[in-house]
């Protein structure tokens, strides 16, 4: 779907062998403006100062894949149509 778009992905890692830790995740926080998190078919939208790194995780206690930092908004978790919108 990036390539497709044009998108270029500026840093790839997978997250079971290089899962993030939450010292990344804080770091990738303060970065954003805004977090978008994919729970299956529902969004949800907030600024970073009102999400934690728990928002970011899913039910296994493991950070929400894919993670897509794109100027002030992370999305975190698939969403095709958000991450649509992201790109554009």
Do not use: C, Q, W
């Not at 790839?12 to 303060?30: I, Y």
Request: zero cysteines; aromatic letters at 2%.
């Amino acid at each position: 779907m990036l390539e497709s778009r044009g998108a270029a992905v500026a840093e790839e890692r997978s997250s079971r062998k290089a899962p993030l830790s939450d010292a990344e995740a804080e770091a990738l926080l303060a970065a954003a403006d805004t977090v978008i998190v994919a729970r299956g078919k529902r969004l949800t939208i907030m600024t970073a100062d009102e999400a934690s790194t728990g928002d970011l995780k899913g039910p296994t206690g493991n950070y929400r894949a894919p993670m897509i930092r794109k100027g002030g908004t992370l999305l975190v978790g698939f969403h095709a149509e958000a991450l649509s919108d992201l790109v554009a």
